[in-house]
C-alpha cells in the first residue's frame, strides 16, 4: 500500500503544515540562491530620465552598463570585503546582480551619463528632441 502525497496546490489551500514550512523555511535559501536586486528608481525630470539605484560599496571596475536600443542592462558583483567566521545577522546583499529597465523612447548613446557617488548610481538618459516633420503638398 503506498502513501499519497498532496499536491503543492492542496497544501496551500487547506494551509497544511508543509506549505507553511517551505514558505517560512525555504524562501531564505531561495533568496540567498539568487542574485540580488538592488533598489532602483526610474523618473523623468525636465531632461530626460533618470534611472538610480542604490548599489553601496561597490567599485567602478565591478559595473557595467548596456543601452541596446530601448533596454538599459546594469550588471555588476558586490563583493564581501572581508572574511567572516560566522553571521550573527546578515541582511547586506553580495554577489552579482543585474537591473533591467525598459525605457519609454531610444536615446543617442554617447548622451548617456552615468555618476556613481555616495552609494548610488545614477544614470540620466537624456530626452531625444523633437523631430520636425516636413509636410509635402501634392
Known sequence: MGVRRKAIWEEWG??????????????????????????TDVYENDEGLVVQIEIAGMR????????????????????????????????????????????????????VEAIYEAGFLKIKLPRPPARRVPVTQR
Not at 487547506?14 to 533598489?39: C, N
Not at 557595467?64 to 572581508?82: A, F, Q, Y
Not at 546578515?90 to 546582480?97: A, L, Q, S, T, V
Not at 543585474?98 to 554617447?110: S, Y
Open 60 to 111: 567602478e571596475e565591478d559595473l557595467s552598463i548596456t543601452l541596446d536600443e530601448r533596454l538599459l542592462v546594469v550588471e555588476g558583483i558586490r563583493r564581501d570585503p572581508e572574511p567572516k567566521r560566522a553571521y550573527h545577522q546578515m541582511e547586506i546583499r553580495y554577489g552579482p546582480f543585474r537591473t533591467e529597465v525598459h525605457l519609454p523612447w531610444t536615446t543617442d548613446p554617447e548622451q
Open 14 to 39: 487547506s494551509g497544511g503544515t508543509e506549505i507553511q514550512h517551505l514558505l517560512r523555511e525555504g524562501w531564505v535559501v531561495l533568496r540567498q540562491s539568487r542574485a540580488w536586486e538592488p533598489p
